[in-house]
């Protein structure tokens, strides 16, 4: 029997009764649909933190006071670690360079009957380069702003457009806290950030927020290693550990009152991350498909009975054991091929409209599909369709031809 | 017996048993014959007299335990599973009792069946070829009807249609007219024995006198043995009433 007649004969045997042929299915179409679906949001979500981390650097770095563990109770544990002493000696580190330190403002921002609560930064123009943000209209702060201590802002594109619209800010007055500061320019826009809206800001000069706050410590540090990152890396940690009296004998993260961030570390979480939903997604179809699997091996069998007289005609008109094997092998394996492209479709499907709903909330988030997914989905299916239906197949082709035609 | 044709099937002492659970039954005893090409043959015999048993192993459906089938000369003891399905596929072909169409299936399909499994004629000949069988049943104009929709004589010539569409060396006839109304048995014993008359041996199966009537020899089996073999029709009757008292 020649190969396109084995798989016209399958084909045959799946659609002359498709009811049943779906719901046999079922099982596989949910495990394949699951894991395309599972990978595609993962993939969508794996661009949406990338996009995040991207904002640093490759080698640029953040030092944030507070525990490496416990939260908001860590933070706050030492919020006020971080000193004015602190920065200028990591300024005398050859291995970093553009250190950008922050500090925030609280109070309300308004202009006119305009309010609203955008963070407020004091920073100097290290940041701005620190950050990769450059100007939409007028200009950023510059090195003498902050030396002059000029009353002067630069407003994030939300900002900007919330307050002023279609007006030109540039000029302008605005008020934070009790202090009116003159825009001077507006930064183009930057997304989110951390998933922080980047763009909801207002960046006053560093010297400014230090007299208004009368702070004494630092809110964050922004930094790019000059050279080897790694190096940068050890040596800032080394400077807080030593000028903070924290024990270095045991190399442990958990004594430091500083938290050192970089994009290399996110992407070594998000790495993780991906790790365990890939190791997730792979047990989700490897049960869904063994259940699909049963099933489809199930109703083999059950077909192998109700078509026992069938075998017997086939075998009377000349089929060849490995006729009959490879004909309900091949139905078994068309199951799970249909069963995988339909799920496919659905999985591909609903990630789509997931993406649609999500982007309301999330722009970053792009419709996007895994390709290996797809593929090994596809092939773990077919593979399913082989090992369950080989033992269906192998009763039909072993069936004597008498008894199968005498069968009732 | 025809002795100036040449000798298709020949069974040197054939016997067959069942073995169930270390039981033996025992169905042919010795059994010897011949069969020419060209015949058409009824073997007849009440219920359990083993006359399906014979014509499954003269059909390659079933094995025998002791004894010879020579198959055109050629012994067949030592053929396996591949050889014997390719013999069905090409030398011999059935008609059984219960049709046995596939079903949701098309007369034109069910008659193309036998040609998947035929290892020498060639794909692009299937379809005329049975269409070819199917005018010589006269179902033509039903060709691309579903069996379901045909009457029970009809499911039988489509049947016969599929029997002959490989061209083989004979038919095999299970009780053909057991399922059907008189006139329909009477409809397809005439399209066998219009076969016949073109040259395919036929052998038929049957414990009706009317359906072996159509047949040119009779063999009665009773118990498992040959009882009678005769062309002598009347002969044949009177012996088998004789033995039915």
Redesign the interface.
Same mark, same amino acid.
């Given at each position: 029997?020649?190969l396109s007649?084995i798989s016209h004969?399958a084909f045959?045997g799946v659609t002359?009764n498709a009811m049943r042929s779906l719901l046999t299915m079922l099982g596989i179409i949910i495990g394949v649909g699951s894991v395309v679906l599972m990978s595609s949001v993962g993939e969508s979500m794996e661009g949406v933190i990338l996009g995040q981390i991207s904002s640093l650097g490759p080698k640029s770095m953040v030092i944030f006071p507070g525990k490496q563990e416990g939260g908001a109770q860590g933070v706050m544990a030492g919020f006020d670690s971080l000193t004015f002493e602190d920065l200028r000696e990591l300024e005398q580190l050859k291995s970093i360079d553009k250190l950008a330190p922050v500090i925030f403002i609280t109070g309300r921002t308004s202009y006119g009957r305009e309010e609203g609560t955008p963070q407020v930064f004091g920073v100097d123009d290290n940041f701005f380069k620190n950050q990769n943000i450059s100007a939409r209209e007028g200009r950023l702060l510059e090195k003498d702003d902050s030396d002059g201590g000029k009353a002067i802002a630069v407003l994030g594109s939300d900002t900007a457009d919330k307050f002023f619209g279609s007006i030109n800010p540039i000029g302008k007055r605005i008020k934070v806290g009790n202090n009116h500061y003159t825009v001077v320019g507006v930064a183009k826009a930057l997304g989110s950030q951390f998933f922080q809206n980047a763009d909801e800001r207002v960046y006053v000069p560093f010297s400014v927020a230090r007299t208004v706050t009368g702070q004494k410590y630092l809110n964050y540090i922004t930094m790019v290693a000059t050279d080897s990152f790694d190096l940068a890396f050890d040596d800032v940690r080394s400077l807080l550990r030593r000028r903070h009296g924290i024990d270095t004998s045991l190399n442990d993260e958990k004594k430091d009152d500083f938290v050192v961030r970089s994009s290399a570390q996110a992407n070594e979480i998000l790495g993780s991350v991906s790790l365990g939903l890939t190791l997730f997604i792979t047990t989700i179809a490897a049960i869904s498909l063994l259940v699909g699997g049963i099933g489809i091996m199930n109703i083999m069998l059950v077909s192998v009975t109700e078509r026992t007289?069938?075998i #017997?005609?086939?075998? *009377? $008109? #000349? *089929?060849? #054991?490995r006729?009959v094997l490879l004909q309900f092998l091949f139905e078994a394996i068309l199951l799970t091929m249909i069963g995988g492209v339909i799920g496919q479709i659905l999985g591909i499907g609903l990630a789509f409209v997931i993406a649609l709903i999500v982007k309301n909330f999330l722009a970053k988030y792009v419709f996007a599909i895994s390709l290996n997914a797809v593929v090994v989905s596809f092939f773990m299916a077919v593979a399913t369709g082989i090992a369950f239906g080989i033992s269906p197949a192998r009763k039909a082709a072993a069936l004597h031809?008498?008894e199968a $035609?005498r069968y009732e | 017996m025809t002795k100036s044709l040449p000798v298709l099937i020949e069974l040197q002492d054939l016997c067959k048993s069942y073995m169930n659970d270390d039981v033996v039954t025992p169905v042919l005893y010795d059994i010897n014959l011949q069969i020419a090409k060209g015949e058409f043959v009824a073997i007849m015999g009440p219920s359990g007299s083993g006359k399906s048993t014979l014509m499954h192993i003269l059909g390659f459906l079933d094995g025998y335990t002791s004894g010879r089938y020579l198959f055109q000369g050629q012994f067949t003891n030592t053929f396996d599973d591949n050889e014997l399905a390719r013999i069905r596929a090409t030398r011999v072909s059935f008609v059984f009792q219960a049709f046995n169409l596939l079903a949701r299936t098309t007369v034109l399909e069910n008659v193309m069946l036998p040609l998947l499994y035929h290892p020498s004629i060639p794909v692009s000949e299937r379809v005329s070829l049975s269409e070819k069988a199917v005018k010589t049943v006269g179902l033509q104009d039903r060709s691309s009807y579903l069996t379901s929709q045909l009457s029970g004589g009809q499911k039988q010539r489509v049947a016969i249609a599929r029997a002959l569409v490989t061209n083989p060396d004979v038919i095999f006839a299970d009780e053909p007219t057991g399922n059907l109304d008189s006139a329909s048995g009477v409809a397809v014993m005439q399209a066998l024995q219009k076969l016949n008359d073109e040259g395919h041996t036929i052998i038929l199966v049957t414990h009706e006198r009317t359906t072996a009537e159509h047949a040119k020899r009779i063999i009665h089996i009773r118990d498992g043995r040959i009882v009678s073999d005769s062309t002598d029709f009347k002969r044949v009757i009177a012996g088998e009433t004789k033995n039915l008292k």
């Open positions: 029997m020649r007649d004969a045959k002359v007289q069938e #017997g005609l086939r075998k *009377a $008109l #000349g *089929a060849k #054991g006729d031809p008498i $035609l | -």
